[in-house]
């Protein structure tokens, strides 16, 4: 996940309105703004959204304009705002919790609890006994009850995720998974020690590149050309940080059975902070990248040695996961303050794709794809949790979203995956939220990074 994209989530759906803070988010800085609930069927119903164009824009202003009136205290127009927040951008939970608190704040305690409903059937966790603009409704008994269901939410374990294996080094901040499909080799990278980790069958680990690395982010396999693919961006969180580098980016190419450095592309427009955070490659060897800092995903062409914008700054806020359809023809892309989107290749039209009411799309890190459907990782949301994401490509909409593991024991920030045969491995504890300003906690407090596993099928 890219740490820059703080900055965008409290803009865009982090919950700085409402009195500050409205979720106990996980201790990142790019934690963003909801949680799910764990009294929902495995499978949820199937739906089919309305093909509502969101206006971003205003969803922006909109806030904006209940932040302001949050802090003059008139809480009737911040209830105005956050309801055409909510217009603007259907299924955003901060603006759908802000509209909780609006109601609460107006003396509408029926309403404000119908609201929380609404986010508790979502399976979205909120801190709502702290919060003190809903103080009106703690004496009410329907308020206890949707208190009680947000306290399971925290709770409940969903899934069978297993260990596959650890690594030794505590220090290591793991955000990015590979999987070599000819040797049966992984690779991990890592954040603080800025390298990449080769995990061989048996499950020994050993350094597979160490040198001119900033942070490792995402990785990415073309076993037909034998390639590793990684990102690789200066992050505070990284060793040796130094702000001459903040900004800098690029991503890198190594030949995967030698470790040889291939190439090196560097993510360097003019003016423009940059992160390379994560990419793909399809089968013609095109690579795609995302970069949250700029707003913008990028193409590598087959032995391309440049960036080519696919998609220009305006589309999105904070791309993060891409994955390809199983055509090759589009690509998803993973805004995590935004949800998901379906990108064309030839034409480069952009389509949100609205989740059914009963789920959220915002806070999705890894992405990737597995039999027509996407799986994605979100650790944006509380609980954190991996789920499935049944999609209609020719019609752009999203049919259900099932949550196939949520709260694991392990979970400290789940972050990227890969999928091997009919399993989804994938990194459990990134421990990215394992800094005071800026320096990385003692090895006592942190634990081995683990990679879990999860059967599809």
């Known amino acids: 996940m890219i740490r820059v994209s703080a900055l965008v989530l409290l803009g865009m759906i982090g919950f700085a309105g409402c009195g500050g803070a409205k979720v106990a988010a996980p201790a990142t800085t790019a934690a963003a703004d909801v949680e799910q609930d764990a009294t929902k069927p495995p499978m949820p119903k199937s739906a089919t959204p309305a093909a509502t164009k969101p206006d971003f824009a205003a ?53 404000a609890i119908g609201q929380l409903e609404k986010l508790a059937q979502m399976n979205l966790y909120f801190d709502v006994m702290r919060d003190d603009d809903l103080a009106s409704l703690r004496n009410l008994p329907q308020f206890t009850a949707v208190f009680a269901r947000f306290g399971a939410l925290e709770k409940e374990v969903r899934g069978t995720s297993a260990p596959a294996f650890t690594l030794p080094e505590r220090d290591t901040i793991a955000e990015g998974i590979a999987h070599d499909s000819q040797t049966g080799a992984f690779f991990v990278s890592s954040v603080h020690n800025r390298k990449i980790i080769k995990i061989l069958p048996g499950g020994r680990a050993q350094d597979f590149a160490t040198k001119d690395l900033f942070a490792v982010l995402a990785m990415a396999v073309d076993a037909k050309r034998r390639a590793l693919w990684a990102c690789s961006s200066a992050v505070p969180e990284m060793k040796n940080f130094q702000e001459t580098d903040k900004g800098r980016a690029k991503i890198v190419e190594f030949d995967i059975d030698t470790g040889n450095l291939r190439q090196t592309i560097s993510l360097d427009e003019s003016g423009m902070g940059h992160m390379c ?43 993060q996961g891409i994955a390809l359809t199983s055509d090759g023809q589009s690509i998803f892309v993973a805004d995590y303050s935004r949800g998901l989107f379906h990108v064309d290749r030839s034409s480069r039209a952009v389509t949100w794709m609205l989740p059914p009411d009963d789920s959220t799309l915002v806070g999705i890190d890894g992405l990737v794809t597995h039999r027509g459907d996407l799986i994605a990782i979100q650790n944006g949301i509380r609980p954190h949790r991996v789920v499935r994401i049944a999609v209609d490509v020719s019609a752009k ?20 995956g890969v999928v091997v045969g009919k399993e989804l491995f994938y990194v459990a504890n990134s421990q990215w939220g394992s800094f005071d300003k800026g320096v990385l906690w003692p090895m006592d407090k942190l634990k081995e990074p683990v990679v879990l596993k999860l059967g599809l099928e």
Not at 289 to 315: C, F, H, I
Not at 397 to 416: D, G, K
């Open 59 to 111: 969803y922006r202003q909109h806030l904006a304009d209940a932040n302001a009136a949050y802090a003059r205290k008139d809480y009737a127009a911040f209830l105005a705002s956050t309801e055409r927040a909510t217009a603007a951008l259907s299924n955003s939970p901060r603006a759908m919790y802000n509209v909780a608190c609006g109601y609460a704040l107006t003396g509408k305690s029926a309403e």
């Open 277 to 319: 955070n994560d990419l793909a490659v399809d089968g013609d060897g095109t690579v795609f990248v995302s970069d949250p800092a700029a707003s913008m995903v990028y193409t590598v062409p087959p032995g391309g040695k440049t960036l080519d914008a696919l998609v220009p700054r305006g589309e999105f806020a904070a791309p």
């Open 397 to 416: 909409v999203v049919r259900r979203v099932e949550i196939l593991q949520m709260n694991h024991p392990a979970f400290n920030e789940p972050t990227l």
